[in-house]
T-cell receptor, first 117, second 118 residues
Framework: EAGVAQSPRYKIIEKRQSVAFWCNPISGHATLYWYQQILGQGPKLLIQFQNNGVVDDSQLPKDRFSAERLKGVDSTLKIQPAKLEDSAVYLC???????????????FGEGSRLTVL | AQSVTQLGSHVSVSEGALVLLRCNYSSSVPPYLFWYVQYPNQGLQLLLKYTSAATLVKGINGFEAEFKKSETSFHLTKPSAHMSDAAEYFCAVSVGGRRGGTASKLTFGTGTRLQVTL
């Protein structure tokens, strides 16, 4: 089965510009996550979707970050305007939620590396 | 809320030596625990997971981890390191989702970079 797809892999922008990242999860995975991984740190959850609804966006900087998953499949994460501290790898992940208890096992894409100058 | 603490941001071992990466967790309910590996410029790949079955969990590439409730630990080991094991390793905790309901999120540690020398 195909894995989690993300694009672009790399993006360099000036501060105050905008950027968008796209993610297509594994087919049939109802739950989709966006994580931010700053160099030298562990991934931090930005937002979690269940189908097309938001489950958790408590750590999403809503003044500049937005995300959507309109049809419950692929998702877009946008940053506008970008700040220097947004330089990071943005990881998309998905997991199954059906039938038995979901253990939280995530399947990750390769990430989108953002550099803000 | 759940959390994990990884002791040691960098670990260096010789090829063929024992690998031990430490992880302690904090959770108010029985946790699910994971180890992920990240190679340069790649996403995270699951090494192994503990989901309340056997306390000794075997994963890919010869890694294993033991869940010790009394010590709130889930340390990762491998008897003999290989050069290809050099990577970043992340411990993560989840409290799981309700049956048929919303999946729980993973909370990650800060990572341990494993260096393997000749």
């Amino acid at each position: 089965e195909a894995g989690v797809a993300q694009s672009p892999r790399y993006k360099i922008i000036e501060k105050r510009q905008s950027v968008a990242f796209w993610c297509n999860p594994i087919s049939g995975h109802a739950t989709l996550y966006w994580y931010q991984q700053i160099l030298g740190q562990g991934p931090k959850l930005l937002i979690q979707f269940q189908n097309n609804g938001v489950v958790d966006d408590s750590q999403l900087p809503k003044d500049r970050f937005s995300a959507e998953r309109l049809k419950g499949v692929d998702s877009t994460l946008k940053i506008q305007p970008a700040k220097l501290e947004d330089s990071a790898v943005y990881l998309c992940a998905s997991s199954r939620t059906s039938g038995g208890v979901n253990t939280g096992e995530l399947f990750f894409g390769e990430g989108s590396r953002l550099t803000v100058l | 809320a759940q959390s994990v603490t990884q002791l040691g941001s960098h670990v260096s071992v010789s090829e063929g030596a024992l690998v031990l990466l430490r992880c302690n967790y904090s959770s108010s309910v029985p946790p699910y625990l994971f180890w992920y590996v990240q190679y340069p410029n790649q996403g995270l790949q699951l090494l192994l997971k503990y989901t309340s079955a056997a306390t000794l969990v075997k994963g890919i590439n010869g890694f294993e981890a033991e869940f010790k409730k009394s010590e709130t630990s889930f340390h990762l080991t491998k008897p003999s390191a290989h050069m290809s094991d050099a990577a970043e390793y992340f411990c993560a905790v989840s409290v799981g989702g309700r049956r048929g309901g919303t999946a729980s999120k993973l909370t990650f540690g800060t990572g341990t970079r494993l260096q393997v020398t000749l």
